[in-house]
C-alpha cells in the first residue's frame, strides 16, 4: 500500500480541482418511465372535473354531483400528483392523500379550482415531464453515496454486506445499515464516534488493511439554513478524534457549494467561518480528511496496492 500524504496534500488537490458542472452522478434528464400513467390519470381527473362542472352549471342534483366526487377520490393516487388538480391541492395547504380520503375538502378545493385556475381538456406532455423533472432533487440522497462506490469500484474496493466479510477483505468498503449500524460499528470496530447527535449515522465505512475511513457525503448546490446545518454536520465529524491513529474521518462535499467553500472568492460572515473551522479541524486532526470529488479520487488511489 502506497504511504497517503497529509490531510492537507488531499484538501488543496480538491482546492485546485473544483467540481465540474453536470455531474452524471446528479443527473436525471431522461423522461420519466411512467410518463404516459401520468398523463392518463391527469387526463381522467381533469375529465371527472371538467363533468362536475357541467353538471353544477346545469343544476344537477347534488346526489349526482357526489357521485363524481367520489370516482374523482377513486382515481386520485401516486400518478395524480403531476395533475393540475393534484397541484392545485398543494397550493391549498392540503395534500393528495388526505384531501381524496376526506370527500367535504376535496368538494371545497374542486370549487376554488374552478373558480381559480381555467379548466380545459388539453394536457401537454412537456408540462408533465416538467413537474416530474422539477421533482428530480428528491431522487439525489444516494447519488453521492453510489458516487464514491463506483470511485472506490474503480481503486480496487470491494462492497460487503457482512461483518464477516468486511474483516476478511483487506481492501472493502460497507454501507451503514441495519448490519453496519452505529452501535455495531461502535463495537466492532471499537471506537466512539462521539458526535453530538449519538446515533448519527455516515454512509461508509471503508477499509484497507487495518486502515479505517468512515465517510460522511453531502451534495450542495446553494446556501442557506439547510445548506449550513449540513456543513456543520461535516465540520464536526472531521473534527471527531479516536485514540486509535488507523480510523480516520472523511467529510466528501460536492456541487456548486463545494467550490464556493473552496474557492478564493471573498464571502460573508458565514463563509468565512465555515472555511475557518474546516482548516482549524485539519490541523488539529491530521488524521481526518475534507475532499471534494478530485481530491477523494486522489486519496482512494494513493490506497492502490
Not at 454486506?161 to 445499515?177: D, I, L, M, P, R
Request: hydrophobic letters at 35%.
Amino acid at each position: 500500500m502506497k504511504k497517503i500524504q497529509s490531510n492537507l496534500h488531499y484538501f488543496n488537490i480538491s482546492r485546485q480541482n473544483l467540481e465540474n458542472f453536470l455531474d452524471n452522478f446528479y443527473i436525471f434528464d431522461e423522461k420519466h418511465p411512467q410518463l404516459q400513467e401520468y398523463i392518463v390519470n391527469a387526463k381522467e381527473v381533469k375529465n371527472i372535473l371538467i363533468t362536475i362542472k357541467t353538471l353544477q352549471e346545469k343544476k344537477e342534483s347534488k346526489e349526482v354531483v357526489e357521485k363524481y366526487f367520489l370516482e374523482l377520490s377513486k382515481i386520485l393516487n401516486k400518478f395524480s400528483n403531476c395533475s393540475e388538480f393534484g397541484c392545485f391541492i398543494n397550493a391549498c395547504d392540503s395534500f393528495l392523500n388526505f384531501a381524496k380520503k376526506n370527500i367535504i375538502l376535496l368538494e371545497k378545493i374542486a370549487q376554488r379550482y374552478f373558480e381559480k385556475r381555467i379548466l380545459n381538456e388539453t394536457i401537454p406532455e412537456e408540462w408533465v415531464q416538467a413537474i416530474l423533472d422539477s421533482n428530480s432533487s428528491r431522487k439525489k440522497g444516494k447519488c453521492g453515496e453510489k458516487k464514491l462506490l463506483n470511485i472506490l469500484a474503480e481503486c480496487g474496493f470491494q462492497e460487503v454486506k457482512t461483518w464477516e466479510g468486511f474483516f476478511n477483505e483487506q481492501k472493502c468498503v460497507a454501507k451503514f445499515s441495519k448490519i453496519f449500524s452505529v452501535k455495531n460499528v461502535r463495537k466492532n470496530l471499537n471506537i466512539k464516534m462521539a458526535a453530538k447527535k449519538q446515533n448519527k449515522k455516515l454512509d461508509l465505512i471503508i477499509k484497507i488493511n487495518r486502515k479505517i475511513f468512515l465517510c460522511e457525503a453531502k451534495h450542495l448546490n446553494t446556501s442557506g439554513g439547510g445548506q449550513d446545518k449540513q456543513i456543520s454536520e461535516l465540520i464536526e465529524i472531521i473534527s471527531l478524534k479516536e485514540q486509535n491513529n488507523n480510523i480516520s474521518y472523511v467529510a466528501f462535499l460536492d456541487g456548486s457549494y463545494s467550490n464556493i467553500i473552496l474557492g478564493e472568492a471573498i464571502g460573508g460572515e458565514k463563509l468565512t467561518t465555515q472555511r475557518k473551522e474546516i482548516e482549524k479541524c485539519l490541523l488539529r486532526n491530521s488524521y481526518n480528511f475534507w475532499v471534494n470529488t478530485a481530491g477523494f479520487e486522489a486519496l482512494f488511489a494513493d490506497l492502490k496496492e
